[in-house]
């Protein structure tokens, strides 16, 4: 499985960014996740999907801001990121194949998302 990540850019704060994630091979019953990681940072859970899309799950700190979604068709997962603050700057990676709370099977590349004030 490859996963392609993109959508990210600069934008100023209280903006929108809509990223996308599309992937090479099965990945139908995978629950699909978005991470981000700020320089000097560890990286951090974003949100996650269930397989159905059915379930979705945010951290504390984007939840009401931020909407993941899956097209199922199109094997790919979408973060939309409004109300964009600058704390939220950071790469963005995609993950497939929840293995545990933080471990993925599959990984994209990152797309950087700068949030100006």
């Known amino acids: 499985v490859q996963l392609q990540a993109s959508g990210g850019g600069l934008v100023q704060a209280g903006g929108s960014l809509r990223l996308s994630c599309t992937a090479s091979g099965r990945t139908l019953g995978y629950t699909k996740a978005w991470f981000r990681q700020a320089p000097g940072k560890e990286r951090e859970f974003v949100g996650s999907?269930?397989?159905?899309?059915?379930?979705?799950d945010y951290a504390d700190s984007v939840k009401g801001r931020f909407t993941i979604s899956r097209d199922n068709a199109k094997n790919a997962v979408y973060l939309q990121m409004n109300n964009l603050k600058p704390e939220d700057t950071a790469v963005y990676y995609c993950a497939v194949q929840r293995i545990g709370p933080v471990r993925y099977g599959y990984w994209g590349q990152g797309t950087q998302v700068t949030v100006s004030s």
């Open positions: 999907i269930s397989s159905t899309g059915g379930t979705t």
